[in-house]
C-alpha cells in the first residue's frame, strides 16, 4: 500500500482552514496513530482521505490514484479499498449483526443482489470467518441494537475488513467505550493489523494507547504536522509541541479517558 497526501487543503466556510498544506506519505504495514487536541484536523484528515467531506486543494493518491479527481462509479469503485471504523459504530440497528457484516461487500455486489441481500457463499463464508476471529460468531442472527459497546465495534471492525481494504481507517473507535474494552478493541486492531499485514491510520486522543500500539505517531496542531516519529521518539519536548504545553494526559471534552490497565498486553482478543 502506498498512501501519498500532498498540500491538503481543507477549509470550512470562510473561516481558517482546518488542515493547511499538510504532507503525509503512508507505505507499507503496521499502525499509524494520528494524536493531537480537538481540533487540530484529525478527523477531518481521515475524512479527507475517503472523500466524506471535500477537500479543499491539494492530492492523495492511493496506490497510484489522485483519490481527489474522482467522481461517480470510479469514486465508489476507489472506496471499496478503504476501510472505515467509526467512534459511533455506524450500525444499523434494525439489522442483524451478519446483515450489517454483509454491508462491507454492498461496493462489489449488483443492485439486485443488495437489493435482495443474496450475496455470495464466499461473502457469507468469510462473513463468519471474521466474526469468530473477533469472538462474535454466536450472535450473527442478533440485532445490532441489542449489542455492547465493544461487541457493536467489533461488528464494525469486521464489516470495514470485508471490505477486503488496502488501508483501513479508524476515527476515534474507542471514544464511545469504557477503558477495558478500549484497550481490548486496541489490541485486536493490533493484532489484525499484524496479521492481515493490513496498514491501518487511526485518529486517537489517547497518548499511552498510541504509544503503546502504534508504529508511527504523527502529531498535529493547528491542522499541521509538527511531529512525526516512533513511539520511543514521543518525549515530553513532543508532547509539548502538539499539545501547546496542555494537559495532554487529561481526555478531550466529550471523549472517554481510556487509561491501559497494568502497563500489560492483553491476551488474543
Not at 212 to 225: E, F, H, M, N, S
Request: glycine share 10%.
Amino acid at each position: 500500500m502506498n498512501l501519498k497526501i500532498e498540500r491538503l487543503v481543507k477549509s470550512y466556510g470562510k473561516g481558517e482552514p482546518v488542515l493547511r498544506g499538510l504532507d503525509l506519505a503512508v507505505e507499507g504495514s503496521g499502525i499509524t496513530a494520528i494524536i493531537g487536541s480537538s481540533g487540530a484536523g484529525k478527523s477531518t484528515l481521515l475524512r479527507c482521505i475517503n472523500r466524506l467531506i471535500e477537500p479543499t486543494s491539494g492530492s492523495i493518491v492511493l496506490n497510484g490514484t489522485d483519490l481527489t479527481k474522482l467522481k461517480g462509479a470510479q469514486l465508489r469503485s476507489a472506496r471499496r479499498s478503504i476501510g472505515m471504523i467509526f467512534q459511533g459504530f455506524n450500525l444499523v440497528d434494525r439489522l442483524t449483526v451478519m446483515e450489517n457484516v454483509l454491508s462491507g461487500r454492498l461496493g462489489y455486489v449488483n443492485l439486485f443482489q443488495a437489493a435482495t441481500r443474496a450475496y455470495p457463499q464466499a461473502d457469507i463464508d468469510r462473513a463468519y470467518a471474521l466474526l469468530k476471529r473477533v469472538g462474535m460468531e454466536g450472535f450473527v442472527n442478533q440485532r445490532a441494537s441489542d449489542l455492547s459497546g465493544g461487541q457493536r465495534q467489533r461488528v464494525g471492525v469486521v464489516r470495514a475488513l470485508m471490505q477486503e481494504p488496502s488501508v483501513l481507517l479508524a476515527d476515534e473507535p474507542t471514544a464511545s467505550l469504557d477503558p477495558r474494552t478500549s484497550e481490548q478493541i486496541m489490541e485486536l486492531t493490533r493484532q489484525l493489523s499484524d496479521e492481515m499485514h493490513l496498514p491501518v491510520l487511526i485518529n486517537i486522543h489517547n497518548v499511552e494507547q498510541a504509544r503503546t500500539y502504534a508504529d508511527r505517531i504523527v502529531g498535529l496542531r493547528y491542522g499541521q504536522i509538527v511531529f512525526d516519529g516512533s513511539p520511543d521518539q514521543l518525549d515530553d519536548a513532543a508532547l509539548d509541541l502538539i499539545y501547546g504545553g496542555k494537559d495532554w494526559n487529561a481526555p478531550d471534552e466529550g471523549a472517554e479517558a481510556a487509561a491501559r490497565p497494568g502497563g500489560r498486553r492483553l491476551e488474543r482478543v
